[in-house]
């Protein structure tokens, strides 16, 4: 009878423990690898691609800025894009619009230059 209910413990510790690792592991992501991969066009529309090559699945935030290149690094536009959930082997897009914004027009209206001489789009991830 000791040993049925020693046996049964143990079971039921061996169950805990490996649910308790299980999700550990699930929520802390030690195996996620996400890597962003963003781009816009001419007309402030863009996308960021989230890749997974890792074991776990995980998420991850870019950031995504609009820098006037031309008069003092003034940031036009900013904002944060999260991927969600991104299961192992696998890619999730999502797409963003950039506001132009005065800050990357030529004031010069004879010798205007467009929006993506004046700033450049930056991506880092967060």
């Given amino acids: 009878m000791n040993k049925v ?8 510790v061996v169950i805990i423990a490996v649910f308790f690792i ?7 992501g030690p195996g996620q690898k996400i890597q962003s991969n963003c781009q816009v066009n001419g007309l402030g ?8 090559t890792g074991w776990t699945p995980g ?11 031309v008069f003092n690094n003034k940031v036009a536009s900013s904002g944060t894009l ?4 991104v299961w192992p082997n696998d890619t999730v897009e999502k797409t963003f619009v950039i506001i132009i914004g005065d800050t990357c027009t030529d004031e010069n209206p004879y010798n205007a230059r467009p929006w993506n001489k004046m700033c450049e789009m930056g991506v880092h991830e967060l």
């Fill in 82 to 85: 999260c991927s969600g959930r």
């Fill in 59 to 69: 998420t991850a935030c870019a950031e995504v800025t609009l820098t006037n290149i």
């Fill in 22 to 28: 299980t999700w550990f592991v699930i929520r802390t």
């Fill in 5 to 12: 209910i020693i046996l049964l413990i143990t079971v039921v």
């Fill in 45 to 52: 529309q863009g996308s960021c691609l989230f890749t997974n």
